[in-house]
């Protein structure tokens, strides 16, 4: 058998955030509001004044405006709180995301609980949840829609396509399953107490692994033929001492022999969230104003 497709994240992230920018110019051309993103980190992680500066930057290429918050590691819950209520109620700001994770002494679910649902760009509101499960108007989280463009734009219409969902987590398992079934896919959710993982996936025709494990779905877990995306992020030592190197949380080596299309790690799904997210600003902007908003990819 031929070797997988590689699907390339980097181009769809790339046309997505060129579709972006050429709605964000049409909406400035037409006198309507410039869409405005604000991200708010606490702490001084490098890998997140990284992913951070990234997020800003691309907003900024968008033709967005963009605002950076830092706030330094003791910055107590009020304080962050009170950040989030002044963006809230500023018209200039359309998109509100707080860099996850918090300080352990800040309660992650207070605070994305205090972000106004419509410029909840994360998509992490229990509003937004509702009324995704509902099948209502939702901002939703970044990755798992950019798993189902990624999906879409590989397999065209997802319906009737078995697809299980490695991992249940509020940020990408429980939504990505919620969007499989808005796309009229019969969805298993699988996890830790499932009982015959490997059999399961075998039985799928998309396979989303998303457990945080590195290199756990091995290539005789896959169906020959089927879609593989691979959210994980692990990094884990290279061949060189001292060395790291990213890997997903399917064995690529393996699985890239069986699958019909995969995605790799780095360059796959990874690529996507950030221009989702733009997306999602963009979204936020039009609704925020009343002004119609067609899926830009």
């Known amino acids: 058998m031929s070797q997988a497709k590689i699907i390339d994240g980097n181009a769809v992230a790339a046309d997505l955030r060129a579709a972006v920018a050429a709605r964000v110019a049409a909406l400035k051309a037409a006198g309507g509001p410039t869409p405005g993103l ?14 951070v500066r990234n997020k800003n930057k691309r907003a900024v ?18 304080e962050l709180l009170s950040v989030v209520e002044r963006l809230n109620l500023d018209p200039t700001v359309h998109g509100i995301l707080v860099q996850l994770p918090l300080p352990k002494h800040i309660d992650s679910q207070l605070v994305i609980d205090s972000i106004d649902p419509a410029k909840d760009v994360d998509g992490f509101h229990p509003i937004n949840v509702g009324r995704l499960v509902t099948g209502g108007p939702a901002l939703v989280p970044c990755t798992p829609l950019g798993c189902v463009m990624l999906l879409k734009r590989e397999l065209g219409s997802l319906s009737g396509k078995s697809a299980i969902v490695l991992g249940r987590s509020n940020i990408v398992g429980k939504p990505m399953a919620q969007l499989l079934l808005r796309e009229s896919a019969t969805v298993t959710i699988a996890h830790s107490r499932t009982h015959d993982l490997p059999g399961e996936c075998r039985r799928a025709d998309i396979v989303i692994a998303a457990v945080g494990q590195p290199e756990m779905v091995r290539g005789d877990w896959i ?13 884990v030592p290279g061949a060189e001492p ?10 690529f080596a393996e699985a890239v022999q069986v699958a019909g299309a995969i995605t790799p790690v780095p360059g796959g799904v990874g690529p996507m969230t950030i221009a989702v997210l733009l997306r999602n600003a963009l979204e936020a902007c039009c609704r925020q104003n009343d002004l119609p908003f067609e899926e830009v990819l």
Do not use: W
């Open 223 to 235: 169906k020959p033929g089927a879609t593989v995306i691979d959210v994980g992020i692990n990094r």
């Open 242 to 251: 001292g060395k790291t190197k990213l890997v997903g949380d399917v064995n």
């Open 38 to 51: 604000a991200v708010v980190l606490v702490g001084a992680d490098p890998a997140s004044q990284v992913y």
């Open 61 to 78: 290429e968008c033709g967005m405006t963009s605002f950076e918050h830092f706030l330094p590691p003791d910055t107590t819950e009020a």
